[in-house]
């Protein structure tokens, strides 16, 4: 069964092109590519065109070509018109506004409320489509009424048709600003589709025109949306002040190093212990290369910064315990081998490399 207004309209387009099959329109020999042309919109719009109580649901009273003929008589009258009657600053409202405007008759109105009362059945019974189809032959009857457009509304959100539900709100509030409900179903439409700020002002509009502070409903629907929005804020604040965040990819700085070694980042002078200032420290060019090797893979960093044997150096050393031993530190085959790593994997063993990392600290 169609839900949306595309898939009623997808059938319509089928049922016209089988129906020019039948009324001597096209020929036989197209007949092949029509129903080629019949599946694959059925395909591409998840409806069945074979599905005759679903064509007639969404075509009504009407075909697809008694509608267009309809639209033809209407264009081509508003063109007389407009050549009749130039326009002026008093002019008259433009066609679609006059066609709005149209007065229903009694018996109208009388019929348009029998289908809301059956749409509203449908919605009882979580029957959407029909609900849908109920408030939209409603409309036909009487195109501003603002209860239908709500209803048809929530229908669509109830199916999940987001979007639609967001159009008939929104023309809903257009024709009458305080009509509650039709502030409410646009609230909900625009959160579903991740315009929390939108949703938001909708809400907000809701309750001012409530009035005493707003329903219960419409403030919770408001507190909902802008907690949603404050997390979204947050989050793009954690983002822009998170240095992390947008050099990942590019090698981290030598922030996590300095930190660990016990000296600040650009700091002059030593720690406690007497360890000298990083700028001293990068003039060594072994230190230099490991510092390039670091900047050039993440990984390596954080396996630096997690090692437990370097970060209680780290810890004795920024509480005044002193340099440690780096010869018994380099010891641990972890250690050295990451030592070896950081200076491109020179030639040195690991008895070497520890003697260099300590020529390299005591400068």
Not at 91 to 102: H, I, L, Q, R
Request: net charge negative; glycine share 14%; aromatic share 4%.
């Amino acid at each position: 069964m169609a839900t949306t207004t595309k898939q009623r309209l997808a059938l319509a387009i089928c049922d016209f092109l089988s129906a020019s099959l039948t009324d001597g329109t096209l020929s036989a020999e197209d007949k092949d590519s029509i129903d080629v042309a019949i599946n694959c919109i059925g395909e591409s719009f998840k409806v069945d065109p074979s599905d005759t109580a679903a064509v007639k649901a969404a075509t009504g009273s009407q075909n697809l070509l008694q509608i267009y003929g309809v639209y033809e008589k209407l264009k081509s009258t508003t063109t007389s018109s407009t050549t009749n009657n130039p326009p002026t600053d008093t002019a008259a409202p433009t066609s679609a506004a006059a066609s709005s405007d149209k007065v229903p008759t009694d018996a109208e109105k009388a019929q348009a409320e029998d289908l809301k009362a059956k749409g509203n059945r449908a919605m009882a019974a979580k029957d959407y489509p029909t609900a849908i189809d109920m408030y939209s032959q409603a409309l036909n009857l009487h195109p501003t009424n603002v209860i239908y457009l709500s209803n048809r509304a929530a229908a669509y959100s109830a199916a999940r048709d987001h979007a639609s539900a967001r159009a008939d709100a929104e023309a809903a509030v257009r024709i009458d600003p305080t009509y509650t409900k039709a502030w409410s179903r646009l609230g909900l439409a625009r959160f579903a589709l991740g315009d929390a700020k939108g949703a938001m002002e909708a809400y907000q509009k809701g309750i001012e025109h409530e009035g005493n502070g707003g329903s219960e409903a419409m403030k919770k629907g408001f507190d909902v949306a802008k907690r949603r929005v404050e997390e979204l804020e947050a989050e793009a604040a954690d983002t822009v002040s998170s240095p992390g965040a947008g050099a990942r990819g590019a090698g981290p700085d030598l922030g996590g190093l300095a930190s660990l070694l016990g000296g600040g980042a650009g700091g002059s002078g030593g720690g406690g212990g007497g360890m000298p200032d990083l700028g001293s420290i990068m003039n060594n060019p072994m230190f230099a290369s490991m510092a390039q090797n670091l900047m050039s893979n993440p990984d390596m960093m954080q396996n630096l910064m997690s090692n437990p044997r370097l970060r209680e150096m780290a810890d004795r050393f920024s509480s005044g315990g002193g340099m440690p031993d780096l010869g018994a530190l380099m010891s641990d085959p972890n250690i050295a081998d990451m030592a070896r790593n950081m200076m491109g994997g020179g030639g040195g063993g690991a008895g070497n490399g520890g003697a260099g990392a300590g020529r390299g600290a005591g400068q």
